[in-house]
């Protein structure tokens, strides 16, 4: 599976961005859940939210949970990311990343492919 994320950007608090990520090559068998998580400068990197292909079952940070909603496209093979009233505290980069296994959905060492990020700058 490789994997494209897009959609960020500089917006100011209260704002609302949509990130996209494109998982081609993928099949059922080598994707079941995608994932997004972030890292700001000088912190780790967090769990955001996560999905199940199957049946869309999703799981949020709580920091983000109301706020962000994740969703996806089985066509097309896409993740969406759509985050409203962002926050300053929302700067990051933002990864998308895929697994065979649901269970672990908010633990990145489940995650056995990752696109390159895209940058969210969020100014008060």
């Known amino acids: 599976v490789q994997l494209q994320a897009s959609g960020g950007g500089l917006v100011q608090a209260g704002d609302s961005l949509r990130l996209t990520c494109a998982a081609s090559g993928r099949t059922t068998g080598s994707s079941s859940t995608m994932g997004w998580f972030r890292q700001a400068p000088g912190k780790k990197r967090e769990f955001v939210a996560g999905?199940?292909?199957?049946?869309?079952?999703?799981r949020y940070a709580n920091s983000v949970e109301g706020r962000f909603s994740i969703s996806r496209d089985n066509q097309m093979n896409i993740v969406y990311l759509q985050m409203n009233d962002l926050k300053p505290s929302d700067t990051a980069v933002y990864y998308c990343a895929s697994s065979r296994n649901w269970c672990m959905v908010r633990f990145d060492s489940n995650y056995n492919a990752w696109g390159k990020g895209t940058l969210v700058t969020v100014s008060s």
């Open positions: 999905i199940a292909w199957s049946d869309g079952d999703a």
